[in-house]
């Protein structure tokens, strides 16, 4: 079975600090892992995506991730957070196979002018 | 080009209506997915075509719910007998190619609401 945490439901950082969103992951076999963003009233968006080339994944708007296997995480990152990125995060998990996507709780990231 | 696109954008329901939900996919994309996401949760998979074949229903909460895809493009989620549970926003996304790995584009949902 696969499934992902999301380790916060609520994120708050300042402007211009560094954003750390955590996931971790359960699967049976190799994942591939997503992370999508949800603006309000909007549809949701897909920041990077890994699908077991390099471990480190570059998305849009200055988000990267890191899968590690060892840890079964796939934390997102960004080194300095501007207030359009306060939205809510989605880890999502899909599996060899399968046809669709397993979403976490989300987390909602607030940036602090 | 146009996104994906869900309408109405807003539903407001009676307790025991029916509604019907539509979804007009990217042009072209192969697979389509309906999924509904409560207040302050993830969104949960509801099911999958792949053009006019519904391949996994397994998602749906009730046989209340019917999905369809004639012709392989719009899609239409039918929720008969509404009822309060069934207050949520249904997203569709659809996805160019069948491979598991390929991202989704979601449309910005439709949001039920059942008094």
């Known amino acids: 079975a696969q499934s992902v945490t999301q380790l916060d439901s609520h994120v708050s950082v300042s402007e211009g600090t560094p954003v750390l969103l955590r996931c971790n992951y359960s699967s049976s076999y190799s994942p591939s892992l997503f992370w999508y963003v949800q603006h309000p009233n909007k549809g949701l968006q897909l920041l990077l995506k890994?699908?077991?080339?390099?471990?480190l994944v570059k998305g849009i708007n200055g988000f990267e991730a890191e899968f590690k296997k060892s840890e079964t995480s796939f934390h997102l990152t960004k080194p300095s957070a501007h207030m359009s990125d306060a939205a809510e995060y989605f880890c999502?998990?899909?599996?060899?196979?399968?046809?669709?996507?397993?979403f976490g709780t989300g987390t909602r990231l607030t940036v602090i002018p | 080009g146009a996104g994906v696109s869900q309408s109405p954008r807003y539903k407001v329901a009676k307790r025991g209506q029916d509604v019907a939900l539509r979804c007009d996919p990217i042009?072209?994309?192969?697979?389509l997915f309906w999924y509904q996401q409560a207040l302050g949760q993830g969104p949960e998979f509801l099911t999958y075509f792949q053009n006019e074949a519904q391949l996994d229903k397994s998602g749906l909460p009730s046989d209340r719910f019917f999905a369809e895809r004639p012709e392989g493009s719009v899609s239409t989620l039918k929720i008969q007998r509404t009822q309060q549970e069934d207050s949520a926003v249904y997203l569709c996304a659809s996805r160019a190619a069948s491979s598991y790995n390929s991202p989704l584009h979601f449309g910005n949902g439709t949001r039920l609401t059942v008094t």
């Open positions: 042009s072209g994309h192969v697979s």
């Open positions: 890994y699908t077991s080339a390099a471990t």
């Open positions: 999502v998990v899909a599996q060899t196979g399968a046809n669709n996507l397993f």
